[in-house]
T-cell receptor
Framework: SAVISQKPSRDICQRGTSLTIQCQVD?????MFWYRQQPGQSLTLIAT?????????ESGFVIDKFPISRPNLTFSTLTVSNMSPEDSSIYLC????????????FGPGTRLTVT | AQKVTQAQTEISVVEKEDVTLDCVYE???????LFWYKQPPSGELVFLIR??????QNEISGRYSWNFQKSTSSFNFTITASQVVDSAVYFC????????????FGKGITLSVRP
């Protein structure tokens, strides 16, 4: 595995504002994903961050609300836009490495509270 | 469609007891991968194990062991002599083969180990 870091680790934001979460990996990865985990719930995939092209969003998630960038093979950002209290969740970055054994690793998460 | 069922939602044990976390999956694929993750209170998702569908050997790692049975579509996780540090939410997950496949998570089991 490798080291996956996320910034910020937690934040408290006011409704209507936006927050950008960064994910940095210390080695090149094949794929990067963003997940949301609402309080007491399982993980839900938001989108797959594609290097050099638009992200692929899952049903129920749209680019205007969750714009994603992936400028290179080790870095991605997720923005949560026009936040409401329902966006209060843990947001996790996840990666797959080129070894191809389908072991997916997760970053430490960003704990977001919207007031 | 793929599905992972973790019927137990919360388990509480006293330290040093053995505990088994159940996982039942559904898939029509012949090649697939099963995973267990641990999420301590800090929120990070920690990878524990990956098992391929063509490898039914059970695995032991220290106090942890996994029992994979294709006949019953189950991939159960046993912690022997549990410790307080084992307190966490445990997720079972399933992925089909293929570079663009995605993880399907169960709802998670909250394990509390009391001193």
């Amino acid at each position: 595995s490798a080291v996956i870091s996320q910034k910020p680790s937690r934040d408290i934001c006011q409704r209507g504002t936006s927050l950008t979460i960064q994910c940095q990996v210390d080695s090149q990865v094949t794929m990067m994903f963003w997940y949301r985990q609402q309080p007491g719930q399982s993980l839900t995939l938001i989108a797959t961050a594609n290097q050099g092209s638009e992200a692929t969003y899952e049903s129920g998630f749209v680019i205007d609300k969750f714009p994603i960038s992936r400028p290179n093979l080790t870095f991605s950002t997720l923005t949560v836009s026009n936040m409401s209290p329902e966006d209060s969740s843990i947001y996790l970055c996840s990666v797959l490495f080129p070894s191809g054994v389908y072991e997916q690793y997760f970053g430490p998460g960003t704990r977001l509270t919207v007031t | 469609a793929q599905k992972v069922t973790q019927a137990q939602t919360e388990i509480s044990v006293v330290e040093k007891e053995d505990v088994t976390l159940d996982c039942v999956y559904e898939t029509r694929d012949t090649t697939y991968y099963l995973f267990w993750y641990k999420q301590p209170p800090s929120g990070e998702l920690v990878f524990l194990i990956r098992r391929n569908s063509f490898d039914e050997q059970n695995e032991i790692s220290g106090r942890y062991s996994w029992n994979f049975q294709k006949s019953t579509s189950s991939f159960n996780f046993t912690i022997t002599a549990s410790q307080v540090v084992d307190s966490a939410v445990y997720f079972c997950a399933l992925r089909r083969a293929g570079a663009n496949s995605k993880l399907t998570f169960g709802k998670g089991i909250t394990l509390s180990v009391r001193p």
